[in-house]
Nanobody, 126 residues
Framework: QVQLVESGGELVQAGGSLRLSCAAS????????MGWFRQAPGKEREFVAA?????????YYADSVKGRFTISRDNAKKTVYLQMNSLKPEDTAVYYC??????????????????WGQGTQVTVSS
């Protein structure tokens, strides 16, 4: 069983930055595919970013955040991060961390992930 705990969400002004963290349990963290998704009120959960296993693993981004957000991982700390810069009001959402225990080419689908955190609220004011 894998447990994921997100932190770092808060209220920030447009143009500002935040760094979200997701701490994971489980001995095989270094082999997990890790993803970030978000869900705004009244909208479906959408893909934000993903990072594959091992240090220096491949990264993937939604077009809406490419160039502004950076996903990274620290396998020693069993933690994945989402650095968010140049935040916009449309980035306002609950952000969820997700984990998958085996490789996949479908990193952008919520159905690819077996484990989810409880979410952390990010609010960007205009």
């Amino acid at each position: 069983q894998v447990q994921l705990v997100e932190s770092g969400g808060e209220l920030v002004q447009a143009g500002g930055s935040l760094r979200l963290s997701c701490a994971a349990s489980g001995r095989a963290f270094s082999s997990y595919v890790m993803g970030w998704f978000r869900q705004a009120p009244g909208k479906e959960r959408e893909f934000v970013a993903a990072i594959k296993s091992w240090s220096g693993g491949s990264t993937y981004y939604a077009d809406s955040v490419k160039g502004r957000f950076t996903i990274s991982r620290d396998n020693a700390k069993k933690t994945v991060y989402l650095q968010m810069n140049s935040l916009k009001p449309e980035d306002t959402a609950v952000y969820y961390c997700a984990a998958r225990g085996s490789d996949t080419i479908v990193v952008a689908s919520p159905e690819s992930y077996a484990y989810w955190g409880q979410g952390t609220q990010v609010t960007v004011s205009s």
